[in-house]
């Protein structure tokens, strides 16, 4: 199986690491463990996903996010929308 490099932005790194925060302080978890568990299963997603997950091409109008996109259901009310950028 091919080694597949995944490198994020620095603001994506800030944004998961304050999402945690974000989603104990308004009550989405009870406890700060269970928030940090769901980012996980986020990156998890990205880093078994992305290269096997069929992406699909950006919207022209959001492609300052990245060209591809792919969609991870974390529950049956919220979907994430993950932009990338695909090399090599």
Known sequence: MEKVNILY??????????LVFILFKEDYFSYLENAELYKDNIV??????????????????LTNFGSNYIFY???SRTTW???F????
């Open 9 to 18: 932005k620095p603001d994506v790194e800030e944004f998961l690491f304050h």
């Open 85 to 88: 950028e695909q090399k090599g």
């Open 81 to 83: 929308y993950i932009f």
């Open 44 to 61: 998890d997603f990205v880093e078994h996903n992305i290269k096997n997950f069929p992406s699909k091409k950006t919207p022209i109008t």
């Open 73 to 75: 259901n974390s529950n």
